[in-house]
C-alpha cells in the first residue's frame, strides 16, 4: 500500500459487524432514547460552498477525535457487538421514506463525523448519545463523553418494506467513502469524495467528510439529497450528493474543491476495488477458489467514444496506467464475470456491483488513471480507477465537477453494435502436439453479444494486434463450439521484464465488432505479486 492505511479494512470492519449483527437476527431493544436534536439553523449548498472556501484559506484543523485511547479499544469484536436501535432511525416518523441509521465510533472510525437533518431551509444538529445504541454491559464505548459524535451513516430500504430494518443500500464510512449495493443487492466495490497523491511520491492523503446534512426523500422516485463538508490537510470542499432507488443506485454529484497546498496527483470521482486473480493469472496450487476479485475489469468510453475494456492486474509492484483522454464519456470498475461457478464462495463475489461514472459537462484534458497495488489476500482493497487532470494542482485552485455514478450490474450505455470481451485465460505459446518455445505466451481473448448474431454467415471477421514491443504470431479467430462467441488467439514473443502493452480488436471490412480490448503483460519481476505458497 502506498500509505498504512488498509482501504478494505477501514470499509470493512465496522460494516462487517454491523451486518453480522442483522444476519443474527437480535431483535432492536425496546428501551431506546429517541433522537435529539439541536437548534434549528440556516442552512444551503451555497453556504456550504462558502465555508469550504474559507476554511481552504485557514490553517487545517483536523476532526475531532473523542477520547482516542478509549476508542482505541472499541477493535473489531467490540465494534460488532454495537449496534444503532433502528426504530429511532432518523425519518422513521413523518414522510421521508428511507430511515437513516447511524454508525458508532470505532478503533478504525476514530474521528467524528457530524449528523444533520435539513427541513426546509433549516438543519438541525443530530445529537450523540449512547442511549441510541445496543451495546454490551462492558462496552468500552460506554466510556465515551457525551459529545463523542457519530462514525457515518446508512439509508435504510423504503420503510414501507417490512424488512427495512435488517436491509440498507447506501452507507457512508471511514474518510470520504461511500458504498451502495447496486442492483444484485450486495455491497463490494467503494467510492471516494477524493483521491489525493494515490501512488505517490509523498504519502496518500485521506481527506474527510467531517459533516453531513440530509433531505429526505418524500416520495418513490425522489432523491435523498445528502449534503457533505470535506477536509484535510490540502484540501477543502463541499459535496451535493441526489441519490435514487432505482434497480440499483444512481448517484447525481456536485463539487466545489477549494486547494490548500500543492497536490501531486488530485483524483476525480475516485473508485477502489479489489483483484486479487482471475482465470488468467492464478497460479497453481495458490488457492482453493477458482477467482477472487470484486472487480475484473476497467471500462472505458473515450471522449471519441471509442469503448475500451482492460483486464485488472495483481503486480509485482504498484504501477500506474493513466489512459490520456479529453472531456471522457464514462468510465468504471466492472464485474464482468456473473457466474457463481468461477469463485465458488459463499461471499457473493458474482453479485459485486459495477461502479460506472458518468461525466455531467466538460472535464477538459486529463487521463482516466489506473494504480493496481500489488496484494497477497482479498482483505485489502488494491485497485483504484479515477480521473486526474492534466495541469499541475496548485494551492489557491478550485474547481467544480458534476457527474453520476451509476450502481448496476453491468456497464450502462452499451453498444448494440458491438461485442463484449467475456474472458481472458494466458498459456504456453505455440501449437499444441507441437514444440512450445520459450518465450511465447499465448492468450486467448473470448467474446460475444447480439452483435456477432447480426453478422452475416459469410462474415470476414479480421484481428487488429499491436504490442508496444515483441511481435505476434499464431493468430487466428474461431467459434466456440455450441454457443453463440468466438474465440481470439494469438502468441506473443518478447524479451525482457518490462510491462508489454496490447491492444486488440476484430473488424469486418472497416467496421469494429468488438469494443477494444487492452491489457498489460508483466514478465519476469513484475509478475511476481501473486506468490505460490511454501
Given amino acids: 500500500m502506498p500509505s498504512g492505511l488498509n482501504r478494505r479494512d477501514v470499509l470493512t470492519t465496522a460494516l462487517a459487524g454491523a451486518f453480522a449483527a442483522v444476519i443474527a437476527g437480535r431483535p432492536d431493544e425496546a428501551a431506546a432514547t429517541p433522537l435529539t436534536y439541536g437548534p434549528a439553523k440556516p442552512f444551503s449548498y451555497a453556504q456550504l460552498v462558502k465555508r469550504a472556501q474559507e476554511m481552504a484559506k485557514a490553517p487545517y484543523v483536523a476532526p ?97 418494506r417490512p424488512d427495512w430494518k435488517t436491509q440498507d443500500w447506501v452507507a457512508f464510512l471511514g474518510a470520504s467513502y461511500f458504498r451502495a449495493i447496486g442492483a444484485l443487492n450486495q455491497y463490494g466495490i467503494s467510492a471516494r469524495g477524493l483521491a489525493i497523491d494515490v501512488a505517490a511520491p509523498n504519502p496518500e492523503e485521506f481527506p474527510d467528510f467531517s459533516e453531513f446534512y440530509i433531505q429526505p426523500a418524500t416520495a418513490e422516485g425522489a432523491p435523498v439529497v445528502i449534503h457533505a463538508l470535506l477536509t484535510g490537510p490540502s484540501i477543502a470542499g ?99 464475470d456473473r457466474n457463481n461457478e468461477n469463485y465458488l464462495d459463499g461471499v457473493n463475489y458474482e453479485r459485486r456491483p459495477t461502479l460506472w461514472v458518468e461525466p455531467i459537462g466538460g472535464w477538459g484534458e486529463g487521463s482516466v488513471q489506473l494504480v493496481e497495488i500489488p496484494t497477497d489476500d482479498e482483505i485489502h482493497d488494491n485497485i483504484v480507477a479515477m480521473w486526474v487532470p492534466k495541469n ?94 468466438h474465440r481470439l488467439h494469438f502468441d506473443v514473443q518478447y524479451d525482457g521484464d518490462e510491462p508489454i502493452d496490447m491492444r486488440a480488436f476484430v473488424k469486418v471490412g472497416d467496421n469494429p465488432v468488438t469494443e477494444t480490448w487492452l491489457y498489460q ?14
Fill in 521 to 534: 503483460l508483466l514478465p519476469g519481476a513484475l509478475g511476481e505479486g501473486l506468490k505460490v505458497p511454501g
Fill in 238 to 336: 463541499a459535496f451535493k450528493f441526489a441519490i435514487r432507488r432505482t434497480e440499483g443506485c444512481v448517484m447525481d454529484i456536485e463539487s466545489a474543491l477549494f486547494v490548500r497546498k500543492d497536490i501531486f496527483r488530485l483524483g476525480i470521482a475516485p473508485l477502489t476495488s479489489m483483484f486479487w486473480y482471475g482465470e488468467y493469472n492464478r497460479p497453481a496450487q495458490f488457492d482453493w477458489r477458482p477467482e477472487v476479485h470484486d472487480s475484473d475489469g476497467l471500462g472505458l468510453i473515450t471522449g471519441a467514444g471509442e469503448r475500451i475494456f482492460r483486464p485488472l492486474n495483481n503486480p509485482g509492484r504498484i504501477l500506474v496506467n493513466s489512459f490520456v483522454d479529453s472531456n471522457p464519456r464514462g468510465f468504471g470498475l466492472v464485474q464482468r
Fill in 392 to 485: 499541475p494542482v496548485k494551492a489557491g485552485d478550485s474547481f467544480d465537477f458534476k457527474y453520476r455514478l451509476h450502481w448496476v450490474a453491468d456497464e450502462p450505455f452499451a453498444a448494440a453494435n458491438l461485442a463484449k470481451w467475456t474472458a481472458l485465460r494466458v498459456g504456453r505459446g505455440g501449437q499444441a502436439g507441437r514444440d512450445r518455445p520459450k518465450g511465447y505466451t499465448k492468450f486467448v481473448l473470448e467474446y460475444g453479444g447480439d452483435a456477432l448474431a447480426a453478422l452475416a454467415k459469410d462474415a470476414k471477421m479480421e484481428p487488429v494486434i499491436t504490442v508496444s514491443r515483441g511481435k505476434t504470431s499464431y493468430v487466428f479467430i474461431e467459434p466456440v463450439p455450441w454457443t453463440k462467441r
Fill in 64 to 160: 475531532y477525535k473523542p477520547a482516542p485511547s478509549i476508542v482505541e479499544k472499541i477493535d473489531y469484536d467490540a465494534h460488532g457487538k454495537i449496534r444503532f436501535k433502528r426504530d429511532y432511525s432518523m425519518f422513521v416518523d413523518g414522510d421521508g421514506l428511507y430511515p437513516v441509521s447511524f454508525f458508532h465510533l470505532g478503533r478504525f472510525f476514530g474521528k467524528s463525523v457530524k449528523m444533520h437533518a435539513i427541513e426546509g431551509d433549516k438543519a438541525r444538529e443530530v445529537m450523540y448519545s449512547g442511549d441510541y445504541f445496543d451495546m454490551p454491559p462492558d462496552s468500552p464505548a460506554r466510556g465515551l463523553p457525551p459529545d463523542a459524535g457519530f462514525a457515518g451513516f446508512q439509508l435504510r430500504e423504503s420503510k414501507a
